[in-house]
């Protein structure tokens, strides 16, 4: 039985790219609401280790680390089993990890869409298959994080919004496949972290006088989000929440 104030407890959560940024705050949220975490991770082995150290200093034996690359279809479906002899059960899977570049037309290789496919779009797929026997049995869920971009293209990012797009889709057509056992949901962020690496600040400055708020979200707006799909909307299943400032209302 959860306490209270740990309505996820004893609950297993399994985090894709959780090593870093939205991914690493969204397993900080379901740990804190008492879920065993899986912290997936491709290639921040370094980044990983802390945050299992971190989350198991506060619970032992409350979190576990596991790489595979999304590609990787055999090994997606190995790391599930894995993850429920570890732990005995798979309770909610976020399919959070995700390539993002640009490809502009005319310089788009081959390497580029299956990278960012492998992502965001053939990774959640596999990795959902897999995991649906096991979250059938515990009323489990996916939440899937999507984009605003998905709907919205993004200017020299034809192939991370082609990958996108399909991952709306997919959420929906698994959120049908998969009920009435389990939910499927995503969420599209808008700015919330501004990718890595330099940006021109007046681009910046561009695109968030886009937004209906006129600012830049917090990961905390996102995590909040995805725990209100897992923990209390028992009848959201096949819905896309964008957590945009209004960015997608604005034209």
């Not at 959780?18 to 900080?28: H, L, P, S, V, Y």
């Not at 310089?107 to 979250?135: H, T």
């Not at 489990?140 to 994080?145: A, L």
């Not at 056992?181 to 969420?187: P, S």
Request: proline share 5%.
């Amino acid at each position: 039985m959860s306490l209270p104030d740990k309505p996820l407890q004893g609950r297993v959560a399994l985090v894709t790219g959780a090593a870093k940024r939205i991914g690493a705050e969204i397993a900080r949220a379901l740990h804190d609401q008492g879920a065993i975490v899986i912290i997936h991770y491709g290639r921040s082995s370094e980044a990983a280790a802390s945050l299992v150290a971190e989350l198991n200093a506060l619970r032992a034996n409350s979190c576990h680390s596991y790489s595979v690359m999304l590609g990787n279809v055999d090994g997606l479906s190995e790391m599930v089993k894995q993850i429920t002899m570890l732990t005995g059960r798979l309770d909610i899977l976020v399919n959070n990890a995700s390539s993002f570049y640009p490809t502009p037309i005319g310089e788009i290789r081959e390497s580029d869409w299956e990278n960012l496919f492998n992502s965001n779009l053939k990774g959640p797929l596999f990795l959902s298959q897999a995991a649906a026997p096991y979250l059938k049995e515990n009323a489990g869920c996916i939440v899937n994080m999507v984009d605003i971009h998905a709907e919205r293209p993004l200017a020299s990012h034809p192939v991370y919004c082609s990958a996108k797009a399909g991952l709306a889709m997919l959420t929906k057509s698994l959120a049908l496949e998969l009920g009435p056992d389990i939910r499927v949901n995503g969420v599209a962020p808008g700015i919330i972290i501004w990718p890595e690496g330099d940006q021109d600040t007046a681009l910046q400055g561009d695109l968030l006088s886009r937004t209906a708020l006129k600012k830049k979200g917090s990961v905390k707006d996102i995590t909040d989000t995805v725990l209100f799909l897992i923990r209390d909307a028992p009848y959201i299943t096949g819905q896309i929440i964008s957590v945009d400032g209004g960015r997608t209302v604005n034209q």
